[in-house]
Every structure is written in C-alpha cells, then in structure tokens.
C-alpha cells in the first residue's frame, strides 16, 4: 500500500510561481510512474501531467506545457510539480497518484493511489 501527501499549495497571484510536492511511503518509489492531476470547482478531475518510473518520459495536458515541470526525485520518494507563470484558471485542488508498472497515463482510472490533495488558487 502506497501512501501519498500532497504540499506546497497555497494562495498566489496570477504570474506567480509554486512548487508542488509529494512524498511517497510504503512501497519502492522506483516501481511507479507518478501523475499530478487536479480538480476546479464545478469541473472534473483532469489530467496535468505525468512522469515515467526511470524519470526519462514526461507528457504535459497542453495548457500547460512550457510553464509547469513535473520531476521525481528517487533518493527522496517525492514527485514535484514546478508550477511558473500561473494564471487563474489554474485554481484547482492538485492531487498526485502512483501507477504501478512502466508506462505513464494520462487516465485517472489506471492510477492506483492517489493523495489528499492540495489547494492551489491563482488570484487575479
């Protein structure tokens, strides 16, 4: 059983930066490709971003390619999610999930575990 906590959210102004993480326990980190996706007020969760288990292949949901980052860091068993010039429709509960095996996905129902999630809101 795999753990996952989200931090790092908090409250910014639109052209403002936030660095995401999640810390991983109670499995072997290397074992699973990792996903940030979030979820807006009236909306439904979405995919923003995924990377392998070897940290080698990334893929991005568009609307955010060239400003958000993901990145893993296995000597911490922590995913990041560098978020830059955030806009307020970015304003969303982010949450991270574990996929075990090799690919990445860019589907919610493939991810086995999933954190709490953390509140992002981008201010205008």
């Known amino acids: 059983q795999v753990q996952l906590v989200e931090s790092g959210g908090g409250l910014v102004q639109a052209g403002d930066s936030l660095r995401l993480s999640c810390g991983a326990s109670g499995g072997t980190f290397s074992h699973y490709a990792m996903g940030w996706f979030r979820r807006a007020p009236g909306k439904e969760r979405e995919f923003v971003a995924a990377?392998?288990?070897?940290?080698?292949?990334?893929n991005y949901v568009d609307f955010v390619k060239g400003r958000f980052t993901i990145s893993r860091d296995g000597a911490k068993n922590t995913v990041y999610l560098q978020m830059n010039s955030l806009k307020p429709e970015d304003t969303a509960v982010y949450y991270c999930?574990?996929?075990?095996?090799?690919?990445?996905?860019?589907?919610?129902?493939?991810?086995?575990?999933w954190g709490q999630g953390t509140q992002v809101t981008v201010s205008s």
């Open positions: 990377i392998s288990r070897n940290g080698i292949s990334t």
């Open positions: 999930a574990a996929r075990g095996g090799l690919l990445v996905s860019l589907t919610a129902r493939n991810y086995d575990y």
